[in-house]
């Protein structure tokens, strides 16, 4: 009896182990939607009857929270924060924010109530290429009023860039200049949170080669 206890308390022991190291990895849902199919570049008339079974694109606009990284920010102002609050985190305990590139539905969220930063205690990390393309090139004022919020907390980086410890910047560009993607890894598991690199999976997944108009350059982003 003695010895079946052991074997029961060793089991506990290395089940909580598996949940302590590797890779933890919640999705934070910001919105849903759904879009004109005449969003798509390349996909025909007749892929597009096959694919999308009531006519319409769907699509999510989504964070990750992956071992107490914040990926992206969402569209809008708290939802993400909510979501956080859901899995325990408040918005001041977030430290570290890795953005994949500087579309609205990305960091719109780090702009909070008031125009404050919804994330008082956080560093933002965006790549060099994306933050020359909409700050230096467009001057475009939601990205800068939104990084401003976060100044001398803002880190730019290169493609390759070990962009903090465990996560290293892919370069996923095509979609926006700048656009990256981070390779997550601890204990041995890697996972990719991978962006915009597809919009629509219902057609985006079978038929690879179909862009869409949010692409910047829609050739590179296939
Ligand atoms: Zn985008």
Redesign the pocket.
Known sequence: MFRLFAVVIALLVMAQGAFASGLEAVSLLDVQGEGDPALLIGATDEQKAQYLTDGKLHTQILAFWVNGILFDAGLKDGHIVAELAKNGVKAEDVKTILI??L?G??FGGLVGSEGKAAFPNAEVYVSRPEYDYWVKELKNEAVISALGLYEGRVHLFAFGDEVVAGVRAMDTSG??PG?VSYLVEKDGETLIVA??IM?FPEIQLPLPDVAVR?DVDPVKAV
């Open positions: 994949t590139h579309h539905d990305h979609h926006t656009h962006g915009d919009h949010y």
